[in-house]
């Protein structure tokens, strides 16, 4: 049984911050490359903004301009997102990948 689950979401001011985490299991996620996508609101795709692969390679979207860090601990299952600065655009839905497989999503927003 393959399940990702993020949380960490919630309302924050601009400038605020945000650690999100996904927690896997029934894949092989020492394996997997981890992705981070937002849904913006009333959007229907999901942008993948960051990535993490097996062996830490990291890859960032420009518009994340160094203000979201991604990492991941093996040990036990999660890939994490902490994200500073935050800003309305921001705002949005965010979902784990990993495998193929998605998370149920967690709500961010970002609001004065």
């Known amino acids: 049984q393959v399940d990702l689950m993020e949380s960490g979401g919630g309302l924050v001011h601009p400038g605020g911050s945000l650690t999100l985490s996904c927690a896997a299991s029934?894949?092989?996620?020492?394996?997997?490359?981890m992705g981070w996508y937002r849904q913006a609101p009333g959007n229907q795709r999901r942008d993948m903004f960051a990535?993490?692969?097996?062996?830490?390679?990291?890859n960032y979207s420009y518009s994340v301009n160094g203000r979201f860090t991604i990492s991941r601990d093996n040990a036990k299952n999660i890939v994490y997102l902490e994200m500073n600065d935050l800003n309305p655009a921001d705002t949005g839905v965010y979902y784990c990948?990993?495998?193929?497989?998605w998370g149920q999503g967690t709500q961010g927003t970002v609001s004065a």
């Open positions: 990948n990993g495998d193929a497989w």
């Open positions: 990535s993490i692969k097996s062996g830490t390679t990291i």
């Open positions: 029934g894949i092989s996620f020492a394996g997997a490359t």
